[in-house]
């Protein structure tokens, strides 16, 4: 597709259930992040893909999270359990190559919450 | 962690009017980015400012950077109600990973 796609767009779910967030990079970018945004706040970063690797997954909040990337494209973001705190926007975007000096993109995010 | 921290975290203008951000950062960097949100969206990337220069323009967007003073600001000249949006900014420093400030709400009045 021509930008960066979520899904789903949102996610209500029951306190201690998992949920899976997918996030499809635009055609031919090698990087890959995931951020979480809470009302009115900033991004916190969580982790970042260089193709299938995850060097750095130390923004994960805790054990409960998890991501995966495979072929390079398709990367999905698990919480296991789930708590209300939780409940954000996830955002993900996408980048040309891994390195510094690149723009992301973007997507319109997943609404996660957590009753 | 954050690293950017816009200011002011709310700012409300006149459609014609000009709108200044501030963003000051911690440690050292190796560029620094603008980023608009708007309600409910993702981010949209704005403009990218390296360590090495001091100002760059895009439109209606002039952004100088200050790395002694490790701050850097964003200016919309003649703004517009479109404008109106969440302006965050982000530092690629050592690591790779871009650290966002909890971003600055620019209401634009018609």
């Known amino acids: 597709g021509a930008g960066v796609s979520q899904s789903p767009s949102n996610k209500v779910t029951e306190k201690g259930k998992d949920v899976e967030l997918r996030c499809d990079p635009i055609?031919?970018?090698?990087?890959l992040y995931w951020y979480r945004q809470s009302l009115g706040q900033g991004l916190e970063f969580l982790i970042y893909?260089?193709?299938?690797?995850?060097?750095?997954k130390s923004g994960l909040p805790s054990d409960r999270f998890s991501a995966e990337r495979t072929g390079g494209s398709v990367s999905t973001l698990t919480i296991q359990r789930t708590q209300q705190e939780d409940s954000a926007v996830y955002l993900c975007?996408?980048?040309?190559?891994?390195?510094?000096?690149?723009?992301?993109?973007f997507g319109d995010g997943t609404r996660l919450s957590i009753l | 962690s954050q690293q950017g921290e816009e200011d002011p975290q709310a700012l409300s203008i006149q459609e014609g009017e000009n709108a200044t951000m501030n963003c000051s950062y911690k440690?050292?960097?190796?560029?620094l980015q603008w980023y608009r949100q708007n309600s409910g969206r993702g981010l949209v990337h704005l403009i990218l400012?390296?360590?090495?220069?001091r100002e760059k323009h895009s439109g209606r967007l002039r952004v100088t950077l200050d790395t002694s003073k490790k701050s850097s600001s964003l200016l919309i000249t003649a703004s517009r109600a479109a404008d109106t949006a969440s302006y965050f900014c982000a530092t690629d420093n050592n690591n790779n990973d871009m650290r966002f400030g909890a971003g600055t709400r620019l209401t634009v009045k018609p």
């Open positions: 055609s031919g970018h090698t990087a």
């Open positions: 975007a996408s980048s040309y190559s891994w390195g510094r000096n690149q723009p992301q993109h």
């Open positions: 893909f260089q193709g299938n690797s995850a060097p750095d």
């Open positions: 400012i390296r360590s090495n220069e």
């Open positions: 440690t050292s960097i190796n560029n």
